[in-house]
Structures are given as C-alpha cells and as structure tokens.
C-alpha cells in the first residue's frame, strides 16, 4: 500500500492510496479525495483494513503538515477496506495505528545517542598511500576492513593521500573487495560503474550492522556527496557478482531532464543521481527503498521538482517501482502486508531517511 501524490503542471495534486502486489503489479486505488493529502497508511494486523492520515488544505492551497497547525480539524483519520469500499472517517486513531513506528533501514547518519567526535563503524580513514598500502604511523580509531557475517567476504576501505578531503567523486578508489572463499580481489574504483565511494551505511538497529545477507542477496552500500546541487547518493555493491550500482538508477523512466554541460559524460552522471534508503525486508532476499531523484521535470511544464517513490530490489538488484511510470511523483508512506512472516505489517514512512 502506497501513498502517492502525483505532481502536475497546472493545479493542485492530490495524494491517493495505491494498492499494489508484490511484484510492482496495480490492483485498484482506493481513495480519491478532491482536496488534501492522504499520508501514513498503515494496515490493521489482519491485513483487512488501512487507516491513514488525511491532511486538508489551508484557504492559500498550501498543505498543513503538522498537527499543531492553527487548524487542528486539517488532521482527520480515515479507514478503507483492503478490498475496497468501507471508507470512513474515525473519531480518533486506533492505538496500534499510534504505536506503528518505521521499519528499519540502512543510513550513513549516526545514532542519535552516538558521542560527539567519535568516528563511526563504517567510516573511512585517511591513511594509505597510493598503492593501497598502509602509510606508517597511522592510528586507525576505527577497523579498516569488515568481514560478512558468513565469512565469505572482505572489505577494506583504502582512502589514499590524493583523495580530496570532503567526501566527493573520485574518493575511494583503492577500495578492495576480497572474497575469502576463491581468495580473488577486487579494486572498487577499476569496476565499470565507479563514481566515488565514502562511507559504508549501516543498519539503523545496528550501527555494526553494515552488510545485508538474505539468502542469495549479498550487498552492502556506501554514501558519496554529489556536492550542494545533487546531495548524497546511494551505491550499493553486490558481493556475489561484483558490480556497482547507483541507487535509484536509471532502470525507472522518470520524465529526466538534462542539464549542465554538453557531454556525455555529465549527462550519464548527472541521470544517476539521486538517493535512496534501503529498507531490509526481514527473512526474504529483497529490500525496498524510498527512491529520489533531484531536478527532474513535471510532465508537461518547464518546472522542476525532488520526485521519490518506493522501489523493491531483488538479489541481482533489480528494481520493481510502486508507481505509474513517466510521472512526477512524491511519497506520501506506505505500508507492506506480510502475512507469516516477521513483521507482518511494516510501517515505512514519509520521513524514514530521517529517523
């Protein structure tokens, strides 16, 4: 279950819940309100009913997004059958609509609790010369190389002394993937599809949790700043046949508009940007992730916007999108029904990355 606004040239949109299967196939929309926001779906523990948050708009068109806004009747709660039909607004919020927090996911931020000036697990140190060997005299206050949990795999973050000192493009080059297995090696920065690699995410449950294994799914993801105009990105690398991959990527058409110099080059860079926060799904060999792409058009006008949306990686990393192709479209939440497995219901909000 999503909660999507689509954007539009002319006027104001309107967020829907969107029904979808697993496999990125539509079922049927199940509200179509003329005014406000639909937000924060989240299914009941039977999987029959999903409650959300209706948020209305201000007499301006400007949408209120906060319940302590000066009109506390702009927050309604609503519930709608799974099927279909029984849509009704509720008096108040069931409890365990209340207690529903988000899933779990992968971030480069640390803990809110983490001590001031202490170097995260993950987190790359200067310290190697350009061969990729250790420079003397270096103390490392963190572990510069990280083993799976199987024990199949090795990586060790080389960052040498002409790496720029921000986290950028080009960082992380002597990067080495090593499968203990085969005993074969690779550099990061010699694959195909090297951009820059800084730090590696982590589980936000776990902070020492920095590699996602789930049967035949083996990846791992580091950040890289694209600077002020693109932000962070995602790369995720599969372990099990090595490749980088820039999350989002380019496998979804959204309406992509070119800008900046005249080359190739750019242009191949510049589609692949964007982010995404990779949200394990427990017990299955996939991940979702809350997708954005930065100044992309609408449809049908000369503006720009942030569009995101929720994708599903399979183990090759492969993308499924849960949303109409060749839009503009803004995530508003969603929700997954997993009957038999644990968690059942997984709340995966608006805000996740910022958790």
């Known amino acids: 279950m999503v909660a999507t606004r689509y954007l539009q040239a002319e006027g104001v949109s309107h967020s829907h819940l969107y029904l979808y299967t697993e496999d990125g196939k539509f079922v049927r929309q199940l509200t179509r309100f003329d005014m406000g926001q639909d937000h924060a779906p989240v299914f009941s523990a039977d999987g029959d009913q999903i409650v959300f948050t209706h948020i209305n708009e201000t007499s301006d068109g400007k949408d209120v997004v906060e319940a302590a806004s000066k009109e506390p009747d702009s927050i309604e709660f609503w519930q709608v059958n799974t099927r279909g039909g029984g849509l009704k607004r509720l008096t108040s919020a069931p409890d365990w609509y209340k207690a529903a927090t988000n899933a779990s996911f992968f971030t480069a931020w640390p803990p809110k609790d983490w001590p001031e000036n202490q170097r995260m697990y993950g987190w790359a140190d200067k310290g190697w010369d350009q061969h990729g060997n250790p420079l003397p005299g270096i103390l490392e206050k963190a572990p510069a190389s990280f083993t799976s949990p199987d024990g199949h795999f090795e990586l060790t973050l080389k960052l040498g002394p002409d790496d720029l000192e921000e986290n950028g493009p080009g960082n992380g080059e002597l990067y080495e993937l090593k499968d203990l297995r085969s005993g074969k090696s690779w550099r990061l920065g010699e694959m195909p599809d090297f951009v820059g690699l800084t730090n590696l995410l982590h589980f936000s449950a776990d902070q020492k949790e920095l590699f996602l294994q789930q049967g035949p799914l083996n990846v791992v993801f580091f950040s890289l700043h694209m600077g002020s105009s693109f932000g962070e990105e995602t790369i995720a690398l599969n372990l099990t046949k090595p490749k980088l991959i820039v999350l989002p990527g380019n496998e979804v058409p959204l309406p ?89 219901v997984m709340k995966i909000g608006e805000d996740i990355g910022d958790d």
Do not use: H, M
């Open 256 to 344: 992509f508009g070119k800008e900046g110099p005249d080359t190739d080059q750019w242009f191949s860079l510049v589609r692949q940007c964007g982010n995404a926060d990779p949200i394990p799904l427990s017990g299955e060999p996939c991940f979702l992730a809350l997708c954005i792409k930065r100044y992309e058009p609408i449809p049908g006008s000369s503006k720009t916007a942030s569009l995101s949306y929720l994708g599903r990686f399979d183990a090759s990393l492969e993308q499924t999108p849960y949303v109409s192709l060749g839009t503009a479209p803004n995530f508003y939440g969603a929700c997954v029904f997993r009957p038999g497995k644990t968690p059942a």
